[in-house]
């Protein structure tokens, strides 16, 4: 299992379909996942620090899970089918719930904890990026930084 990070989100043309961004922190390998756009929006606003007057939906969970006393430790994807990827939230007590990676990564941007892939979902969909493409992820990082959250709002 490789701890991942997120690189960050954008939307796709000309399908207008966001895609969140992952890579291996000791590794090079990338891992891209089609997410909805509403997730998008959540994992950007976090990403760009931005805390909304009321609590969007990740925010509630991550309330809700410390006001009933647990402890999210960790994000998994752990799987890939038939081009979905799946997720689990690890909480104290060895607790593991079901969930999407878009959710789940919102979630362990908001609590601070590790996101991890397992080798097989890596080795199915992993991307290595040659050198001469790291330019490219440049390009990424700086499209990335240009965005706002807007941005998102009636992609399907």
């Given at each position: ?6 690189v960050?989100?954008?939307?796709e ?7 969140l961004?992952l ?29 909304p007057a ?6 509630l ?8 006393g647990?402890?999210l430790?960790?994000v998994?994807?752990?799987d ?9 939230l690890?909480f ?14 919102a ?9 991890h892939?397992?080798?097989s ?12 493409q790291e330019?490219?992820?440049?390009k ?10 807007e ?6």
């Open positions: 299992m490789s701890e991942m990070r997120v960050g989100v954008r939307v043309l000309p399908a207008n379909q966001p895609i961004l890579r291996e922190t000791n590794g090079d390998r990338y891992l891209p996942i089609w997410i909805g756009s509403v997730e998008a929006t959540a994992i950007a606003l976090e990403q760009q620090g931005v805390k009321r609590p969007l939906t990740h925010d969970l991550k309330d809700v899970v410390g006001a009933l647990r402890r430790e960790q998994r994807i752990t890939l089918q038939e081009g979905t990827f799946y997720a689990e690890i104290d007590g060895g607790v593991k719930v079901s969930a999407r990676p878009s959710d789940s990564v979630l362990a941007l908001r609590v601070g904890v590790p996101i892939a397992e080798e979902v890596l080795a199915e969909a992993g991307l290595v990026i040659p050198d001469e330019d490219e992820v440049e990424f990082r700086e499209f990335l930084d240009s965005i706002s959250p941005d998102f709002r009636g992609a399907r």
